[in-house]
């Protein structure tokens, strides 16, 4: 029997050999190269199980990531650390002057597209067959609302835009995880028989506290972590810091009941956006930079790794053809619709709306927060089904939408100069 530090070390040796074959030929972005790599070498273990059956490999391996609680995982540290990193290179005067747009759409934004898909894909379940309520609808809606920061910073590294709509997309998709784990937990609660979550103003109550209550607290541990990092002559003590930082503001936002991702992003932005006193300071971030940098790379590594392998254990089939191919345009029209909402909101230009409204859309891509919120579904007869229609969701995001982002981002933007 393999043990779990085999399975890791597994793991990294394929992730190196998937990255010199792709340095080599494919060239494509590092995590899309992984993600495709990982889901290469899982059919891979299908098809030897198909052949050897005795041998069981993609049963084993399924069972091992159904029995490593991935979703906590996910939840709880992963991204954490993917948040934080990210919030470090995040221009945080770009995200002040673009607060309104932002703000709805992480708001308004995030409800459109959980209502619109609910209703969507109940109508899509209906017609094949599948008696799916909409409570449960609504939980994969809001499972599938939030992009990922992470996807969509690497894809959109080497593409020119104007920096509003840059500021737009790494505003939303940093903060937008916060608030659709609150919608999560809400339809959860609802589809599981809780009705007192929502209704008399609750839902809007806890989106202002947990929202509210996280950035506060980040922006609290931000600033002491902010000034003991000022106040120490031993550089190397920075990396312990910031370690601290993230993962006790994201415990302390668990343990108060407030929105982690939030607090995490808002102690990030914080700590790493202030005027240096001396020189020493810039050592100080440049040292943070290096450190995180490293971080990135070796979560994110793991993260898009096991959402390859993650196909051994989840039953694509379970909801059909119909629906999990439906369930790929009307994610689409969903997260269409939940950008143009909040821009027109706005009152600008047309024609800079409308630019803005394409470019978000298409680089609204799924990522980790989707599949750890949906492998953390609790045992029901409409699990498995809801779980197929995310996963392949979340990989036509990631790969097709991901690897046609840059191309779609300059048509977009030279068809509307």
């Known amino acids: 029997m393999l043990t779990s530090f085999d399975y890791i070390s597994l ?9 010199l074959i792709n340095e080599r030929f494919g060239r494509l972005p590092r995590v899309i190269a992984l993600l495709i790599g990982s889901l290469v070498v899982s059919f891979g273990m299908i098809a030897a199980s198909w052949l050897t059956p005795h041998i069981h490999v993609a049963a084993r391996t399924g069972a091992r990531l159904a029995n490593a609680d ?28 673009r607060a309104r747009p932002i703000f709805l759409l992480v708001t308004f934004g995030v409800v459109i597209a959980m209502v619109i898909f609910a209703f969507g894909i109940q109508a899509v379940l209906a017609y094949a067959g599948f008696s799916v309520p909409l409570a449960w609808c609504l939980v994969l809606g809001a499972i599938l609302a939030p992009t990922d920061a992470v996807a969509v910073e690497q894809l959109l590294a080497k593409v020119k835009m104007p920096s509003e ?29 809780d009705e007192a979550v929502v209704g008399h103003g609750r839902l809007l109550l806890t989106f202002l506290v947990d929202g509210g209550g996280g950035a506060l607290l980040g922006f609290a541990t931000g600033l002491v972590a902010r000034f003991a990092m000022q106040h120490i002559r031993e ?29 995490v992003v808002v102690a990030g932005l914080t700590l790493s956006h202030f005027q240096a006193k001396r020189d020493l300071d810039a050592i100080w971030r ?40 439906a369930a790929i345009p009307l994610s689409i029209l969903a ?11 706005g009152h600008r230009p047309h024609g800079e709306t409308a630019r803005a409204v394409g470019v978000l859309t298409w680089t609204g891509l ?40 840059p191309a779609v981002v300059r048509r977009v933007l030279r068809a509307r100069n």
């Not at 793991?11 to 990255?19: H, K, N, Q, R, W």
């Not at 930082?245 to 994201?250: E, N, Q, R």
């Not at 943070?288 to 070796?298: A, K, L, R, T």
């Not at 919120?373 to 990631?398: G, H, K, N, Q, W």
């Open 235 to 263: 550089e190397h003590l920075v990396v312990t810091i910031s370690l601290a930082l993230v993962f006790a503001t994201y415990r302390m936002a668990a343990l108060l009941e407030l929105s982690g991702p939030i607090a």
């Open 165 to 193: 709509i840059r500021d737009l997309i790494t505003g939303e998709s940093l903060f937008n995880d916060g608030a659709a784990v609150v919608l999560y937990f809400a339809a959860l609660a609802t589809a599981t028989g």
């Open 286 to 325: 440049r040292r943070i930079h290096d450190f995180w940098s490293m971080v990135d790379e070796i979560v994110n590594t793991l993260l898009f790794m096991l959402m390859g392998f993650e196909i051994l254990e989840i039953p694509i089939g379970a909801a059909g053809f119909w629906p999990v191919l």
């Open 366 to 405: 799924r990522g980790g927060i989707s599949i750890a919120l949906v492998l953390a579904l609790p045992d029901s007869p409409y699990r498995e089904t809801l779980t197929a229609i995310c996963y392949t969701v979340v990989i036509f995001s990631v790969i097709v939408q991901g690897l046609s982002t």
């Open 70 to 97: 991935l979703s906590d995982v996910l939840l709880d540290g992963v991204l954490a650390l993917l948040l934080f990193a990210t919030s470090l290179t995040t221009d945080a005067a770009g995200l002040r002057r």
């Open 335 to 345: 997260r269409f619709v939940s950008v143009a909402v909040p821009l027109a909101l």
């Open 11 to 19: 793991l990294f040796v394929l992730a190196a050999g998937i990255g």
